[in-house]
């Protein structure tokens, strides 16, 4: 196997570090045995495995521990904190490689210290790379740690960030958390996992797995990104750009046509001083208006403009400088049209271009364009809204949240479907679900927490979605479940946490996110709901209905007497009290159609803000030409809030139920089962 370049040999290194116990004052007792490595990959990050922290986190997250290793603070133990791991059940005796990473991050922020080169292609490599971490020493007191490192190669990929080495290594004790080297290219790519119990080999985790933590992963790469931007010669006196452009049998030709090292290392510093793409389709949406294709299905989400770079790429090196000028551009271009600050990043393209002797090519960058749907909205009230999809009028993707029978707390299996909408005849469409499918499920164990489902869903929904979104505004997204549980904040998701919409960019503010009752799927047939549906769906005005009527009970025959072209409004919840009543109620009525508060009062009389809702809903109506802008006007609100509107803060909480009964949920399976 090519042998790494020594000093991106002793970079590593430098970088590596490993884990150990610290005493309640913070004192390291020389009885502290180490846990495992890690290695530094931002200032003040470490990224090691889960499993690592596990046994002895588990009970107390915040516990403070210790980082050490050979070239950090003269050898003296760092105090540290765990900030995030990726662990999605706990009961689980062994963590799946997609689950098996932490972020360590020190709490003296003073320490100087190497950091790794990340890739930014999300690669599962394959062949030779180098592993490195810290073994026990034997010689020395429980507490002695010696570095460790050794040839490998990984020789299997397993589903999702998985690697396998082939058995010709023996991974000593204490080396999982450690970083992979990729010699050819200089940049770590991978994680060490396991060894194999009293045989050769082993397993890591693919880098590109950090996606995972999301806004962690979006906050660590750009620190990453701008640490390696000014050139640091922190511990050895090298930098991991310059030993890349030194490689063997990687030597750049002589002229600025090629996207170097150098040059890459200044665009990542730049773009990571930008704002966030915030909606992944637009990166996607950039990167193949620069290639004339779509990224392949596989890549995992696109969260940063780094991870769009990494798109460029048709091998493991860099190539043309003109593809990566034009991304750029865009990148820019994107940015400023929405207010942002691309000048730096500006000047620095036009710099480098004009190193480019290849004038007659230089209007792919200069002359450059956004296309059309990565253009802002004009804003205001008159910006278009893209209607929402009636039967072969487009795809969306259906998230069935099944609840488990008899079980408190409530857990939940769930399926997610893909509606194609495609025209299945003249005049005619597939019947109930005839032109659906099936891409993920899981109906295994005990079902999930609501609080699990983010995790338990983040890769299918993801790579779904991934696959589906195209160049036109991102699919709709709908979630079906019981009423009782239509208070599940699910366009506050982000794959990752639950905040606020005005903290970060989340599913609600990405795509149209609406609710669908999943008992209707038992009865798709019901004419009170298709009534109602064609009345609500050929109206050109509609209007709102405060539910219950101040100081009263919901009543049936007032959900009854409604007129169909209008839309029910709580500013209760809809999962418990009077807010559940009045829902059960406008759901038996055949409102397909319906707005609450999934954060409003329970029980007590309406406050300000309870009016507050009532006048934007009906202000939100009042500007609405068909009842399909509704989900995407609202998600436009959604974006005003996240931007800081404080106007809007009222539809924060908002909820909509958009229920079609023209695309009916797929049934329940009630085949037989074969017994075992």
């Known amino acids: 196997m090519p042998e790494p370049a020594p000093r991106l040999d002793a970079l590593a290194q430098a970088a590596t570090v490993h884990l150990m116990a610290a005493d309640d004052d913070g004192a390291y007792g020389t009885e502290s045995a180490m846990w495992g490595s890690g290695f530094f990959v931002a200032p003040g990050w470490v990224l090691t495995c889960a499993h690592v922290l596990r046994p002895y986190l588990a009970r107390d997250r915040g516990r403070t521990f210790a980082v050490r290793g050979t070239d950090l603070n003269d050898g003296i133990p760092v105090t540290a904190r765990l900030a995030h791991w990726l662990i999605g059940d706990h009961e689980r005796a062994v963590l799946p490689p997609e689950e098996d990473l932490a972020l360590v991050r020190l709490l003296d922020d003073t320490v100087e210290h190497e950091c790794v080169w990340l890739a930014d292609r999300a690669v599962r490599p394959f062949g030779d790379v180098v592993a490195y971490g810290y073994r026990p020493d034997e010689n020395e007191s429980s507490a002695g740690a010696k570095p460790w490192s050794a040839d490998a190669e990984i020789n299997v990929r397993d589903d999702g960030a998985g690697l396998r080495f082939k058995p010709d290594i023996a991974f000593p004790k204490g080396v999982s958390g450690g970083p992979l080297l990729d010699p050819r290219t200089g940049a770590v790519v991978g994680v060490i996992k396991s060894r194999r119990r009293e045989r050769d080999g082993g397993m890591a985790v693919a880098t590109l797995a950090l996606r995972q933590f999301g806004d962690a992963y979006r906050e660590v790469t750009a620190a990453h990104d701008r640490w390696h931007g000014t050139v640091p010669r922190v511990i050895t006196g090298d930098n991991w750009i310059d030993e890349q452009q030194r490689l063997p049998g990687t030597e750049w030709r002589p002229g600025p046509d090629q996207w170097t090292p150098k040059d890459r290392r200044t665009a990542l510093g730049l773009l990571a001083r930008l704002p966030d793409p915030g909606a992944a389709p637009s990166v996607a949406k950039i990167v193949r208006k620069v290639r004339g294709r779509r990224p392949p299905g596989a890549v995992p989400a696109l969260l940063t403009w780094r991870d769009g770079h990494g798109l460029l790429y048709d091998s493991a090196l860099p190539e043309d400088a003109l593809t990566f000028l034009h991304y750029l551009r865009l990148v820019a271009a994107y940015v400023r049209s929405r207010g942002g600050d691309a000048e730096r990043l500006e000047e620095w393209v036009a710099e480098r271009l004009r190193e480019d002797d290849r004038v007659h090519l230089h209007a792919l960058v200069t002359d450059a364009r956004l296309p059309d749907g990565l253009l802002p909205d004009p804003g205001g009230p008159d910006r278009a809204a893209v209607p929402y999809p009636g039967p072969g009028e487009g795809p969306t993707v259906t998230v069935l949240l099944d609840p ?111 609710l669908r009752d999943l008992a209707r799927r038992a009865d798709p047939d019901n004419p009170d709901w298709h009534d109602r549906w064609r009345s609500v769906a050929a109206a050109r005005e509609l209007t709102p209905a405060r539910v219950p009527e101040r100081d009263t009970r919901p009543q049936a025959r007032h959900f009854q007497k409604l007129p169909h072209t209008v839309i029910p409004v709580m500013c209760r919840p809809a999962g418990r009290g009077v807010g559940r009543d009045a829902m059960r109620l406008a759901l038996g009525s055949g409102h397909g159609v319906v707005l609450w508060h999934i954060e409003g009062h329970a029980t007590r009389g309406c406050q300000d803000a309870c009016e507050d809702l009532h006048a934007g809903v009906e202000q939100l109506l009042g500007r609405l030409g068909s009842v399909a802008e509704l989900p995407d006007r609202i998600r436009h609100i959604r974006q005003d809030i996240s931007s800081g509107r404080d106007d809007r803060h009222w539809a924060e909480p908002l909820a909509l139920l958009y229920d079609d009964p023209r695309r009916p949920l797929p049934p329940e399976d009630t085949m037989p089962a074969d017994s075992p």
């Not at 999930?448 to 589906?468: K, S, Y």
């Not at 979104?469 to 009423?483: K, M, Q, R, S, T």
């Not at 599940?488 to 982000?494: A, E, G, K, P, S």
């Open 404 to 514: 488990v029978i008899s079980v408190t707390p409530a857990r939940f299996h769930w399926q997610i479907w893909v509606n194609h909408g495609e025209r299945q005849g003249e005049g005619e469409y597939e019947g109930a679900y005839g032109d659906t499918e099936l891409a993920a499920e899981d109906y295994s164990g005990e079902g999930f927490l609501p609080g699990e489902l983010v995790q338990a869903l983040r890769a299918p929904l993801g790579r779904t979605l991934h696959r589906l979104d195209g160049e036109g505004p991102p699919v709709p997204l709908e979630f079906a479940l019981p009423a009782e549980h239509f208070d599940t904040q699910v366009h506050r998701w982000q794959f990752d946490d639950i905040a606020k919409l005005y903290a970060t960019e989340r599913l609600g503010t990405q795509r149209r996110v609406v």
